[in-house]
Each structure stands twice: as structure tokens, then as C-alpha cells.
């Protein structure tokens, strides 16, 4: 079997997600008729059916479904290569450093006086930097262990940090010296917000689902939802916030994470003289 063109990926990953061909070729500027071919063709050459189709529109089948998931990791590879390539034609860039907003603000600037090279800091939501090394967008980033996806990365270790429950101001909780990850995991009328795992799905819970660390603060704000987190990303914590000690949290683990072969040695090198973890 040839192997697949990056334009056939694209065009099942349209028909994938639109699940109608009229729509996905209107969003390729296509015809309707060769992207129905190009997609016949496609499950010819692979030897399965990929979509399920009547007269409201398409339907992923089992196949389909792993294909698409495959042709969008493909298709964002193709893509990083490209940024990666372009980057790397021009020498006077910047190294680019991928960082939650809200990390720790002093390790950061440390980091970046440490470094005698220009860096760009490109700031996210809790759980990009991943996805932004991936692409090509960064070249290194600031990540947590247990949290973030590390996958494939190289790492440096920087700081070891404990926890701390973010809660209401008026709550009772808020007054104590310390608590355990028992006492804030089932508070009445306050649960722990729920953040989504790696692949994107959110754990069962009664909590509410966040993706940004701005829902996140109104919710603690308003009284309806508290979370734990490592003592440094306190750095949004508004004056509607108290930080109370989780005595019995894992460590989390800050870190430099970049692709293998990334240019980031002058970092990683300053890193390794500022700071002692190793």
C-alpha cells in the first residue's frame, strides 16, 4: 500500500469532525464531489470503511474513529516539523519557553536571569505546554510532575514544592493552620473543582469542570468549589482566597521538559548552575 498523503488526512479529518461532506468541503474550499471520491478512495487503499453514510450525514466507524485520532497527531506532526524547520533557518530567534500563566513568578524570573540568551516567554492554560512542545510553537517548558504530560521529554528537575487547599475567605476551613487531603475531598456545599485528565475527559465528581485558572478563581471567589495546588502557583490567588497547608499532599516536582534534539542547552546549563535540585 502507498503510503498516505497529508491531504488525504486532511480531508477525512474534515469529514471526521463535520460528519457531512457539504459542510466539510465548504470548510476546505473544495467541491463536494472530489471529496467524496478522495475519501472512497482513501477506504479502498486502507481496505476498511471508515464512515458510515445516509442522507443526514456521516458516522465514524470503529476504524474511523482510530484514524482520525492518528491523522490529527500526524497532521500536528507535520505541522511542528515545519515550525521547527522554519525556527531553525533563523539563528537570531529567540529560544521560546511555554509556562502556565500564574506559575510561580519568582522561579521564572530567576530562570530567566540565570540565562545570558534572549527568551521568549510564551504563557498557557494548565495543561498546554505539552501540546506547544509538540507542535512546534516551544522549544521548552515549564511543567509539574504528577500533573502534566511528560511523555517523550526530556527533563531537568528545579524545585520540590508541597501543596496548599485555595478556599473561600469566609470558610470555616480558611481559619485552619492546616488540613489533609481527607478534610477537603468531601466538604459540604464546597467540592474540589475538577480539572480534565490528559486525554481531555474530566473525573466523576460533584465539582465543577474548569479549564482556565480565571473560572477557577471566580468559583473559589463565589464560594462554590475549592482545589489543591502546589504551593507556587498561588501567584493568582485573590484577596477572596485563603491558602491553608495539605499536610499529606505528594510533592510536586517543577521542571524544564523539552522534545529530544530541542536547542535549549544555555537554559538547561543556567538552570543547573541557579538551581540546586538535580
Known sequence: MDDLETRELRYFVAVAEELHFGRAAERLGIAQPPLSRAILQLE??????????????????????????????????????????????????????????????????????????????LLCEVGEQA???????ADVAIMHRPYDDLAGFETHDLHVEGQVAIVPATHPLAARESVTLAEVSDVPGLPIARWPRLDGTY??????????????AQLVALGLTLLVIPVSSRAWQWPEHVAVPVTDAPDVTTMLAWPPGAPVGPLVRAARRRFLVR
Do not use: F, Y
Open 44 to 121: 479502498r487503499r486502507l481496505g476498511v470503511k471508515l464512515l458510515d453514510r445516509d442522507r443526514r450525514g456521516a458516522a465514524l466507524t470503529d476504524a474511523g474513529a482510530v484514524l482520525l485520532r492518528e491523522a490529527r497527531t500526524a497532521l500536528d506532526a507535520v505541522a511542528a516539523a515545519v515550525r521547527r524547520t522554519r525556527r531553525a533557518a533563523d539563528p537570531s530567534r529567540p529560544l521560546v519557553l511555554v509556562t502556565k500563566a500564574g506559575a510561580s513568578h519568582e522561579l521564572l524570573r530567576d530562570l530567566l536571569d540565570a540565562v545570558d540568551e534572549p527568551v521568549e516567554v
Open 131 to 137: 501540546h506547544r512542545l509538540r507542535d512546534g510553537q
Open 203 to 216: 473525573p466523576d465528581g460533584p465539582g465543577p469542570e474548569v479549564r482556565t485558572q480565571s473560572q477557577l
